[in-house]
């Protein structure tokens, strides 16, 4: 009787130190995976907002930039290199590949954005020459081999025309199911920044963004609508000059440029639309997003570059009847893209203000 009861307490000791030890083990295997940095390539035409969100990606160790590719758009892609170069020696980050890539769109003539971005496209603030030197791959051929080195743990992040991107993708269309995530700032589905429709990454290479929509991976789409709700004001300025460094001093600069252009257009700060698809890889929590499937229109006459974005899941099925068509039923549509709806405004730019701090 005793020899059994002494052995009944040895089991339910055996059981609760393996209980014990599994949820160690778990615990342990949670905040290892909280703490592993994300692998990201930002592909990127810089930029005032790009500058921004490279180094607010670069000051995040939620984290760990493999990459950067430069497409032309803002700037051409020789300006774009050179600045991405500059950016990356600022951040004294010389061990990160800085690769060019595509030097005009896949289908049109290349749309630059001096007007926005300053004459460098960095708000006419001259850098020191880069100490960094760039990568001699071609931009798609580097994610490519990116995608291939660290399987189902890159996320894309381009936040440029989408014509590197689409190269890849077609190039090796493997890299669709391989990448971890692809999170572009581009697109709207309430109205446009270049004109009614059309948003200007999209505008920059409607082709190439009808390829990557339709790549069979899932994009999730910040767009310019959700950019221009989530506005750096006078007041966040104020606290970024408040503590001078190399970084925040350079992008206090860059922010003033880019608030008095805003302004002159009659906006009330200016948009943060690039930073916003970074802060959305950091913290997804600073979103909300909902499936849909979204088509780029590439002919319409005023809606060339529209992200068509439908809300319903589902076409309208018409069959002929005679002289007439007639619906019949309806036929569901698989969501390509998750699209930002809105931004915690507020607190994404205290995390952008603090990140480029050094806090
Ligand atoms: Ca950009």
Redesign the pocket.
Known sequence: MFYFLEEEISVKRFFATTVLIVFAFFCYLTSAIAETPQRVIID????I??AM?ILLALNSPELKVEALTVVP??VDGRQGLENALKLVSLAGRCDLPVAGGAQHPLNQKLITAQYWHGKNGLAGVELPAPKCKADTRFGPDLIIDLVHKYPHEVTLIP??PLTNIALAVSKDPSIASLVKDVVI?GGSITGGNVDGAAEA?IYGDPEAAAIVFNAGWMVTMVGSDVGERTLITRKNLADLQSLHGPESDFIAKLADFYLTRSEKSGYQGAAM??PLAVATVIDPTLVSLKDMHVDVETKGEFTRGETVANRMGSDENNVLHGDHYEIDGVIALKPNARVCLASDADRFLQLFVNRIKGK
Request: aromatic residues 6%.
């Open positions: 990127t035409d810089p930029g907002d790009d969100a758009g803002n936040v440029g700032m990454n639309y690039d």
